[in-house]
């Protein structure tokens, strides 16, 4: 991390303000040599922080843009190196020019995440702070924003050390009454390891298990839209996305495939899925997108089961209904009630009447969605949502379950210390401070270029 790096840190696309940003050990140095002061001062004249008024240059010295520039300096900075920031007009044009010029001047293009990155390596941010900086960015609703963000203020950090110190403690104390045997120091009572191993795992499965809600949070909840070929399920999908995209015709069976998008519906991110008419049919192609909706419908968390309230019920409608009734969640929509309604439910069915064409009825669903979901979340910022965090604390309360068992089995204290060292190395790769570069190089990757 010798070297200088640049990046935008905007989109690229026309804004009102434009960010280049820098971090190394040139970054102010090179700033300062393509950008002039209004004030006909240096920019190091100006104390660290402040936002100074002045004139970005091309490497000909010809005028790019009247912009602000800022500098921090090392170790007081996001990425704990020298950093700057130029803040222009939101040209693309201008801003890769900007960089360019940078270049020129010695400094490279960051890579993605690599601000970030450096943050990490330079003790600003854990690992687990770094992860939750792209969540952050990645969030499709205000639940997972607030996730990330208490992510990003150490709450899970802080639990996750809490467990490591009850460890760490524990294996100090061991080690002292093995080592030092004829110190007079108080030996463990075997009741106490055995209470802070099983409080530790406890603490650890509770923790893994808000993974799969996190999950959900952060690539959404799968939801199927089904029912009999022509109920309206396209429609529905068209109507909730609020564009049209997919195909809607009056023949039956227009809907071949899984077709498959994200939607944030009160206020929960849906991954719906728009699949193909459910019935017995001799095409081939039908029959194979009939199979990959029976699919579909058996990973879903949520199933929205269509019928059409302009036909009466069918014994296909019945099947669909209990085939559904084995997802977590379902609900009935009645669709197409701007025709005249001739459907009777079921007795003990409930549903939403809607229509895809004048919209009514989808608030209904929006907050019935809103109540199945949105509710009895971990605290902010207690919830796992990267898979490889979840796996390392299920090996680490794994590992701590096996030091009881062979507590409990009576073997050599060897053994016990042996599984509680494999707990918090375990820990120690989820807040990042026993990782290799392979795993913090693929973390990483997924970050925007300029963060």
Do not use: W
């Amino acid at each position: 991390m010798s070297d200088t790096i640049a990046a935008i840190a905007t989109g690229q696309v026309r804004s009102a303000i434009g960010i280049l940003r820098l971090s190394g050990p040139e970054a102010v140095s090179a700033v300062s040599a393509c950008f002039t002061p209004l004030s006909g001062k240096k920019l190091t004249d100006y104390p660290p922080s402040r936002l100074v008024l002045g004139t970005l240059r091309d490497r000909e010295g010809a005028v790019l843009d009247q912009c602000l520039a800022t500098y921090s300096l090392a170790p007081h900075s996001y990425t704990g190196e020298d950093t700057a920031e130029l803040q222009c007009h939101g040209s693309p044009t201008v801003l890769a020019a900007g960089l360019e010029t940078l270049f020129s001047l010695g400094v490279r293009q960051a890579g993605p995440g690599e601000f970030t990155k450096r943050a990490f390596l330079n003790g600003r941010l854990d690992l687990i702070q770094a992860e939750a900086v792209a969540d952050l960015i990645d969030a499709q609703t205000a639940d997972a924003a607030r996730n990330a963000a208490g992510q990003l203020g150490q709450a899970m950090t802080r639990k996750i050390e809490a467990v490591s110190d009850r460890l760490t403690d524990l294996l100090a104390h061991f080690h002292v009454v093995l080592d030092y045997p004829d110190e007079d120091i108080e030996p463990f009572e075997q009741r106490e390891i055995e209470e802070t191993l099983a409080d530790a795992a406890r603490s650890l499965r509770s923790l893994q298990a808000t993974y799969r809600r996190g999950r959900q949070l952060t690539q959404g909840i799968p939801c199927a839209i089904v029912g009999r070929p022509n109920a309206g399920k396209s429609s529905l999908l068209n109507a909730l996305l609020g564009y049209d995209r997919a195909i809607v015709t009056p023949v039956p069976g227009t809907t071949r495939d899984t077709v498959e998008e994200r939607c944030v519906l009160g206020g929960v991110l849906l991954r719906l899925i728009d699949t193909a008419g459910l019935r017995s049919t001799g095409d081939l192609v039908e029959r194979l997108g009939v199979e990959r909706s029976r699919a579909a419908l058996a990973q879903a968390e949520l199933a929205l089961v269509l019928l059409d309230g302009s036909q009466p019920l069918t014994g296909e409608d019945e099947q669909i209904l209990a085939l559904a009734a084995q997802c977590p969640h379902r609900l009935v929509l009645v669709s197409k009630s701007d025709l005249p309604t001739v459907l009777e439910l079921p007795r003990g069915v409930e549903a939403i009447t809607i229509s895809a064409k004048t919209g009514q009825g989808l608030e209904t669903l929006e907050e019935t969605v809103r109540g199945l979901f949105a509710q009895s979340l971990p605290r902010q910022g207690e919830m796992l949502t990267n898979a490889r965090q979840a796996e390392a604390i299920g090996r680490a309360a794994a590992c701590l379950e096996g030091a009881a068992q062979a507590l409990e089995a009576g073997m050599p204290p060897d053994a016990v210390l042996s599984d509680v060292e494999g707990a918090l190395a375990a820990l120690d790769e989820v807040t990042g401070r026993s990782v290799t570069e392979a795993v913090t190089g693929r973390i990483f990757q997924r970050f925007c270029v300029g963060k």
